[in-house]
């Protein structure tokens, strides 16, 4: 596991609302609660793209 950096987590937002995205350690998935969306973290780099988030 490869923790996020700050920054990073600071400056992404969700691709499909545009809201911000909170940390899931267990999952290693950056959630955006606003559009219902997960995006997993692939060898610490997140994966912005709609077709690879899971519904939540």
Known sequence: MVPID???L???VCP???GTLSYNE???EL???KSG?????KDGIPVMLPEEA???
């Open 37 to 41: 969306l997960a995006y997993p973290i």
């Open 26 to 28: 267990e999952t290693e």
């Open 54 to 56: 899971r519904k939540i």
């Open 16 to 18: 499909v609302s545009k």
């Open 31 to 33: 959630i955006c609660e």
């Open 6 to 8: 700050k920054k990073l």
């Open 10 to 12: 600071d400056i992404l």
